[in-house]
């Protein structure tokens, strides 16, 4: 990468670090820990880990699910302890990098995160999920949830075999909503691919009660709708993110390793200090 390039991913990186708040984040560096919280995953079923090569991040190591030889099955992650995060939000984010093992075969849903809780009379979990339409489409999709079926869909097909950073964010009305209506957006690879707007009695979040799973979904109680294949650098923001934050965090994970660490160490050392002279 250029100096030039260097140089804009760093600001990049400072303004993420800036204006969005992180609440978790599982590099899975051969654990399951959360890097900046208390939120550390537990293994359900079998998992492993995989070499990960996410956006050009070569020799880190990647959560790798594919115990059962397809997908729709119940390994995964759990975060225990998390029933409170993200529990109802009037603004949430949610980054992942994902890549699947098997392009051409998927059940209904793959879940990549999801924190969906009991049953609605209307038979659908409450709480929010980001994953994968199966089929031939492939399509990424959100929901979030109170008493019915909410989704924000891409349009854009995951279907490759290569590593893609997904980006899934919500705000209620009261926050960026236009018109009275809630909003929900998808990015890949730090474009905007989907931008839905609904009624804010429909779109307001339920909380689940349930804890956060990562790779797979408890639905009414039963683990399902594993993936097949990778997830890394899977990070929640308690904060609605713009167009830019968003093409900011995407530049800032789509540099050699070393190259990021040292933006990040830079970015930490600059935020730090701002603090320091601001308070």
Request: hydrophobic share 35%; with cysteine; aromatic share 10%.
């Amino acid at each position: 990468m250029k100096t030039g390039s260097l140089a804009a991913v760093l600001v990049a990186t400072l303004a993420v670090m800036a204006q969005a708040s992180l609440v978790a984040h599982w590099e899975f560096e051969g654990n399951l820990d959360d890097s900046v919280g208390n939120y550390d995953g537990t293994a359900v079923g079998t998992i492993g880990y995989g070499s990960s090569i996410y956006g050009g991040n070569s020799g880190s190591q990647c959560l790798l699910l594919t115990s059962n030889g397809a997908p729709g099955g119940d390994d995964g992650v759990v975060v225990t302890g998390s029933e409170s995060l993200l529990d109802g939000p009037t603004e949430m984010t949610v980054s992942v990098w994902y890549k699947a093992e098997t392009p051409t075969s998927f059940p209904y849903w793959d879940s990549m995160v999801s924190k969906i809780g009991p049953l609605g009379t209307k038979g659908d979990g409450l709480g929010w999920a980001a994953g994968r339409f199966g089929g031939s489409s492939g399509q990424v999709s959100f929901f979030y949830r109170n008493d019915g079926y909410y989704p924000v869909a891409s349009g854009q097909s995951i279907t490759d075999g290569e590593w893609h950073n997904i980006v899934c964010t919500y705000a209620s009305a009261s926050i960026y909503g236009v018109d009275g209506k809630a909003r929900g957006r998808i990015y890949i690879d730090g474009q905007l691919v989907a931008n839905r707007y609904q009624d804010e009695k429909e779109a307001i979040l339920s909380s689940s009660s349930s804890p956060i799973t990562i790779g797979v979904t408890i639905f009414n109680g039963i683990y399902k709708d594993g993936i097949y294949g990778r997830l890394d650098d899977v990070r929640l923001y308690d904060n609605f993110m713009s167009d830019a934050d968003i093409l900011a965090l995407y530049q800032a994970t789509n540099v050699p390793e070393p190259i990021a660490m040292l933006l990040l160490a830079t970015g930490a050392g600059f935020c730090a200090r701002f603090s320091r002279k601001n308070r």
